[in-house]
């Protein structure tokens, strides 16, 4: 329980940290985030039309800390401003319309790769110094090695360009209306298909070789030799005395990941211009949409310290020794 208590305090602490930072950093970039937003118009507003809009986008001359309360509550009530990029609309539309995008096609290369990942590290470990022991590890390092936008780039050359087999942009056919019907789902399958690969091929390689080198080690442990020599049949050896344990730590990296997917792979998103959330973060950058970058960020944020505190409060449950050190503590 006191374990528990730490890692909850933990989790209030830094996202009020997160929240606060969010507050402080657009206020102290410098620039006019009105003027921004309407110098791509001809001509000059009146003052008195850009000041109602300043005050509409929450930019007065009242002091931080009030700001900071009224920042607060409407954080806490959902107003979180208009979008400088597609004004009139909220920032919550936006996002609401852009993080299922990002969700779907993140969340599921990422599960794939965490899965298969671990899954075949298991594999090569157990039957290390073979033939996939031997291949696998340095032909997947090579997609690790390369950046994601570069192999992006080449996927959308050679398959999209060159031999036209998939779609070069957006997440779904031009004009086609969404909904929940087979030819907008398919179409959207079509358009994650090199984006999803692109992501897949970057994480799986760190996923196996971390799992292959967790089994090696845990395999040399005293019990599992023990546990080898009183005939324990090779399966159960390594699935309940060698996986299990050694998975500990994927545990922790899989939490960073699942954390990470809201914020996408930005520039994948950006290079197959696909609807996400990475891709409206960098849209927002490039027009200081500052209350869109400001919901982006927290998102990212409140994602990342979600997916930390239920692993470890997971962790109690899969390591004792956690339950132990924290009651000892």
Known sequence: ???????????VLSLWA????????????PGNPALAMFAKFQGQMQPQALKALELQFGFNNQPWYIQYFTYLRELVTGHWGLSFTYYPTPVTTVIHNSLPWTLGLVGVATVLSVFLGTALGIFISWRRGGFWDNILPPVTMFFQAVPYFWMALVLLFVFGF???????AHGYGEGMPAGWNRPFLSSMLYHAVLPGITIFLGSFSGWMIGMRNNMIYTLGEDY??????????????MIMYAARNAILPQVTSFAIAIGNV???SI???????YPGIGNQLNTAVLNEDYPLIQAAFLIIAIAVLVANL???LLY??????????GATA
Not at 162 to 168: E, I, T
Not at 226 to 237: C, D, I, M, N, T
Not at 267 to 273: D, I
């Open 224 to 237: 599992v030799v023990f546990a080898e020599a009183k005939g324990v049949s090779p399966q159960r050896l």
């Open 162 to 168: 060159k031999l036209s087999w998939f779609p070069m």
């Open 267 to 273: 520039l994948t998103e950006v290079v197959f211009s």
């Open 316 to 325: 109690t449950r899969l390591d004792p020794r956690v339950r132990t050190e």
């Open 262 to 264: 809201v914020s996408g």
């Open 310 to 312: 239920v692993v470890d």
């Open 18 to 29: 997160a929240v606060t930072i969010n507050f402080a950093l657009p206020r102290l970039m």
């Open 1 to 11: 329980m006191h374990y528990i208590v730490n890692r909850l305090i933990f989790f």
